[in-house]
């Protein structure tokens, strides 16, 4: 995200929209294609993923500004959810018996490919500063680590070339389409989607921010935090069968939600590394089984709505993180960083933010048969311009990091609302769940006498 806005001028307000511009395209598919999965095949969605992907990664390697960007992720919103969609069916559809538990190794792979990304990605901005590239190359080298993708890509393509896949447990069971529609408007699946908003924007929104964030708390680079939150959820999502059988999964999100909303306000109280660390070690071990619970709920609950509950879940909580939660994290983050200079150092502030208006960008499409070059207007709201801070004295350096520190601690104040709201949601629906639980058991007992 740093690199982004960096290299084409964006701020935190506009570069949130540009990487979260396609996710009404993958709403859109994993809508769709949840509901058609069970006539194309888990295998056929997995090979349009693939191909999505493959478009995604070369558009933004190859971007040019704002809109090259969103373009490139649009392809990769319409990958994502199309794994999404057809993943979480299969792993349901193979073990069906432990659902909640197998959902939980699955998607520990999640954080299992963020730590090998992190670290590729650091270690490769490391060893090309220790080889003392040109600042050129530099400037150019965060093409090269979005390029690694490739691999994983080819990957699973050879994966699932020729592999036969299951039909999907509402394929097996012959449900009607018409029972798996009504069950979509049941009206505790729909609180769940609410749900899924609050987990999703937890969980996710802070990772995709956390590298400039915990930089302008700390000064330590964030994305190796990311790394090692990212571990932590690698490990115990191995453990989420036990975890939720001691807690219940209802228990287990209200336990989620205590813990990492006092993570998230622990890392905005946080002044120095080794306290970010002990932050973030509360906060990953909160989000940690979020999404694969709240997955593993809805099927369970609600098995007669199969693939198509699955994705409409997974598609609400992917348009509120693009749309709501990950841009408001950046406009939040612009608001507070230029009200805080504006209101205590006007002067520096006249010498680092750039004016708002409406510039022309050029923008060219290497990969497009028909398009070339456009001009193109964006409109660059007030941002700080971290080529003139670097020009500034250090003390007006620190008067600008402190503005950066004030914005990103605050902003991570704002997100803790949403697991404390999901406190309160989770607690009354564990509370009717135990309430519930003393007369089906006596009714199960009347029925058998």
Not at 62 to 75: D, N, R
Not at 311 to 324: C, N, R, T
Request: neutral net charge; proline residues 4%.
């Amino acid at each position: 995200m740093g690199d982004l806005g960096a290299r084409f001028e964006l701020n935190k307000s506009w570069l949130g929209l540009a990487v979260s511009a396609g996710a009404i395209a993958g709403v859109c598919v994993q809508f769709f294609g949840s509901a058609l999965l069970d006539f194309i095949g888990i295998g056929t969605a997995l090979w349009v993923a693939c191909a999505a992907h493959l478009c995604g990664v070369t558009a933004v390697i190859a971007a040019q500004g704002f809109w090259s960007i969103a373009l490139g992720s649009f392809f990769l919103a319409i990958a994502g959810s199309m794994v999404e969609t057809a993943i979480n069916p299969l792993a349901t559809a193979m073990y069906p018996e432990k659902r909640i538990h197998i959902l939980n190794l699955l998607h520990a792979w999640w954080p299992g490919g963020l730590i090998i990304g992190g670290l590729l990605a650091y270690g490769f901005g490391e060893a090309l500063g220790a080889a003392h590239v040109s600042q050129e190359t530099l400037a150019a080298s965060w093409r090269i680590k979005l390029a690694f993708v490739y691999v994983p890509i080819l990957i699973y393509a050879i994966l699932i070339f020729r592999q036969p896949f299951p039909k999907t447990e509402r394929a097996q069971a012959g449900v009607p389409a018409r029972v798996m529609l009504r069950e979509a408007l049941r009206p505790l699946f729909l609180l769940l989607v609410f749900c899924m908003f609050l987990t999703a924007s937890t969980e996710l929104a802070p990772n995709r921010w956390v590298h400039v964030f915990v930089e302008d708390i700390v000064g330590f680079p964030g994305i190796l935090v990311l790394v090692y939150t990212s571990g932590l959820m690698f490990v115990l999502r191995h453990f989420a069968g036990p975890v939720a059988k001691v807690f219940s999964p209802l228990g287990l999100l209200v336990v989620s939600s205590v813990v990492s909303a006092l993570g998230l306000l622990a890392m905005s109280y946080s002044s120095g590394v080794a306290a970010m660390f002990s932050a973030a070690t509360i906060f990953g071990i909160g989000v940690t089984y979020y999404w694969p619970t709240m997955l593993g709920i809805t099927a369970e609950w609600f098995p007669k709505g199969g693939a198509f509950l699955l994705g409409i879940i997974g598609a609400a909580a992917g348009l509120f993180l693009s749309y709501v939660t990950i841009p408001g994290m950046g406009a939040l983050h612009d608001h507070y960083t230029l009200d805080t200079l504006n209101t205590q150092s006007p002067e520096v502030a006249a010498l680092v933010v750039d004016k708002e208006g409406w510039v022309a960008e050029e923008v060219h499409f290497p990969y497009s048969l028909i398009a070339r070059d456009h001009l193109v207007l964006v409109k660059k709201e007030m941002r700080v311009d971290d080529d003139k801070v670097k020009a500034l004295p250090k003390e007006q350096q620190t008067v600008v990091e402190g503005a950066k520190r004030n914005a990103a601690q605050l902003t991570f104040r704002w997100v803790a609302v949403f697991p404390a709201a999901l406190i309160v949601i989770f607690g009354v629906m564990l509370l009717c769940e135990r309430r519930k639980r003393p007369r089906e058991q006596a009714a199960a007992k009347a029925g058998g006498g």
